[in-house]
């Protein structure tokens, strides 16, 4: 999908936007510390639900993605590929260089209550994250939220980000109508590793205190235990940490996925580690010589590892493709359907 699909309006005349076509809406820098170094490419987009291909691994049908690019600048992010379809870095550019569908809300109204849409599941960060610094700009998700609710939408929510404590009461509201999942990302707990692979999310506490602020609130949440980064937060004490935090926390399931490395992510992954950890290099390009993923040997026994420390910190994994449930005081209508399919990337 190219620059000029995502937008339906053209550039003013004399703007500087001819980076990206003709039809990028506004291209804007915000000077604010929070935000130095990052530029905004508004546009409105033509459509906002987005269907999964059919060749993917992903267990699900139906996404809706208000950003493309991520300050989260997560070095091993398989979403960097699709900066390239726009024409821009995958590298410092997906990091800074932020499209924002400012018509996501609305758009998305329109196409819940358009005849050919029939209610399917709708997942939300899984290509980057819907909670990034950026939300806190635009506030795209209530409008995306209340859409969801007013139609008794079923959807997910994967993110890193603590501003989803922001849209509580909605996403509660919500859940009285419909199946709502949350899933928080915690791949480990090292604040070391942390800075340096995942340098604009939270800290991976500050990403518990969400998962503790939603069970006060009676809401379960599962964690996406992704990366599980070999050589370097795989070790078998370094697991145990990550999950008796999780635990701790009050998280429903955990479900880890070992680092996966997609063109794109990958070129700038091996870039990183050439430069912070350049002995492991040869490594990486035996684990990962035969594509994007580890040997199935090493996933099973990564899944085994923290599947058996779960169980004993009295966690389970979710049930393949389920998604974890708000569960509100009073159920009603397609809130006491069967669990959808929702990510575990």
């Given at each position: ?14 703007s ?96 819940l ?46 993110t ?5 404590l ?23 707990t ?59 926390a ?18 700038w ?77």
């Open positions: 999908m190219r620059w000029e699909n995502l937008a339906e309006q053209p550039v003013r005349p004399g500087d936007a001819a980076l990206f076509g003709a039809d990028a809406v506004v291209t804007r820098t915000v000077d604010t510390p929070e935000f130095r170094g990052i530029t905004f490419h508004e546009i409105r987009a033509r459509s906002i639900v987005n269907r999964v291909p059919g060749a993917s691994r992903m267990p699900f049908t139906w996404t809706v993605n208000p950003y493309r690019g991520c300050s989260h600048a997560c070095v091993y992010c398989f979403a960097r590929k699709t900066h390239s379809y726009l024409d821009l870095d995958t590298g410092l550019g997906f990091d800074s260089q932020i499209v924002v569908k400012t018509n996501a809300p609305e758009l998305l109204r329109r196409e209550g358009g005849p050919r849409w029939r209610g399917g599941h709708i997942a939300m960060g899984t290509n980057v994250d819907c909670y990034q610094r950026a939300e806190g700009r635009y506030r795209l998700m209530p409008g995306i939220i209340e859409a969801l609710r007013d139609h008794a939408n079923p959807f997910s929510i994967l890193k980000g603590t501003l989803i922001r849209d509580l009461d909605l996403l509660t509201e919500a859940a009285a109508v419909t199946d709502v999942g949350i899933s928080v990302s915690v791949g480990f090292d604040r070391e590793l942390w800075r340096t692979v995942e340098p604009g999310t939270p800290a991976p506490e500050r990403r518990l205190d969400v998962i503790r602020a939603l069970a006060e609130r009676g809401i379960d949440c599962g964690v996406l235990m992704a990366p599980v980064i070999p050589y370097l937060g795989d070790h078998p004490d370094q697991l145990r940490a990550t999950v008796r935090a999780i635990a701790e009050g998280a429903t399931s955990v479900t880890p996925l070992v680092l996966h490395l997609r063109p794109g992510a990958r070129e992954y091996f870039r990183w580690l050439t430069e912070h950890h350049p002995h492991l290099v040869p490594h990486y390009e035996r684990l990962y010589a035969s594509g994007a993923y580890a040997p199935k040997s090493y996933q099973r026994r990564i899944t085994g590892q923290v599947h058996e420390l779960a169980r004993e910190y009295g966690i389970g994994p979710a049930r393949s493709g389920a998604a974890r449930r708000i569960r509100p005081e009073r159920e009603t209508g397609p809130a006491t359907a069967e669990p959808e399919q929702l990510t575990l990337l």
